[in-house]
T-cell receptor, first 113, second 112 residues
Framework: GENVEQHPSTLSVQEGDSAVIKCTYS??????FPWYKQELGKRPQLIIDIRSNVGEKKDQRIAVTLNKTAKHFSLHITETQPEDSAVYFC????????????FGAGTRLFVKA | DVKVTQSSRYLVKRTGEKVFLECVQD?????MFWYRQDPGLGLRLIYF???????EKGDIPEGYSVSREKKERFSLILESASTNQTSMYLC???????????FGDGTRLSIL
């Protein structure tokens, strides 16, 4: 069945360093890849997304890359800050019927001051 | 700004009870979703709906049913609650396929 694998499950970095989270999807028909950030006790919120016709997208300190051939995509956060500490989820949307979205298991990012 | 409202933040029920979780969105979105969130397992799709009275099973529909009688409201029903259904439940919506989903604050459900 459809699957999205996300690594690492936990990531600890020093403030100012970069953080990279990687995801792999199984269904080659997937064509939309959002990333969500969930702070403790709060709802997941979209931070960046990429569509299958684009290889890279950047928004200030956050960037996402997509490799359709290898079926993987990555989130890059540069110059990390303590407020970046949260759980990050990748997801892949599959165009079947009502467009199903499969989420990765999440990465807990700790940014140490 | 899109608002997705879940009826309860915390809910405690007993084994065997029928439980209703309600979700309302105010943006006239076509699609609505119910997820279950457990540590280490991410967000798992229970059911989704892409139109009134339409529903599709997600990855873990067993023990759950849904109802969408009006476009803005999507209800999750636990027919006979069991302790393994203790979890955080998140509702979400989006307007069209391949758009970001907007989430509610979640309902932390405990089944005793």
């Amino acid at each position: 069945g459809e699957n999205v694998e996300q690594h690492p499950s936990t990531l600890s970095v020093q403030e100012g360093d970069s953080a990279v989270i990687k995801c792999t999807y199984s269904d080659s028909a997937s064509n939309y890849f959002p990333w969500y950030k969930q702070e403790l006790g709060k709802r997941p919120q979209l931070i960046i997304d990429i569509r299958s016709n684009v290889g890279e997208k950047k928004d200030q300190r956050i960037a996402v890359t997509l490799n359709k051939t290898a079926k993987h995509f990555s989130l890059h956060i540069t110059e990390t800050q303590p407020e970046d500490s949260a759980v990050y989820f990748c997801a892949a949307s599959i165009p079947t019927g009502g467009f199903k979205t499969i989420f990765g298991a999440g990465t807990r990012l700790f940014v140490k001051a | 700004d899109v608002k997705v409202t879940q009826s309860s933040r915390y809910l405690v029920k007993r084994t065997g009870e029928k439980v209703f979780l309600e979700c309302v969105q105010d943006m006239d979105h076509e699609n609505m979703f119910w997820y279950r969130q457990d540590p280490g397992l991410g967000l798992r799709l229970i059911y989704f709906s892409y139109d009134v009275k339409m529903k599709e099973k997600g990855d873990i529909p067993e023990g759950y049913s849904v109802s969408r009688e009006k476009k803005e409201r999507f209800s999750l029903i636990l027919e006979s609650a069991s302790t393994n259904q203790t979890s955080m439940y998140l509702c979400a919506s989006n307007g069209y396929s391949n758009q970001p989903q907007h989430f509610g604050d979640g309902t932390r459900l405990s089944i005793l």
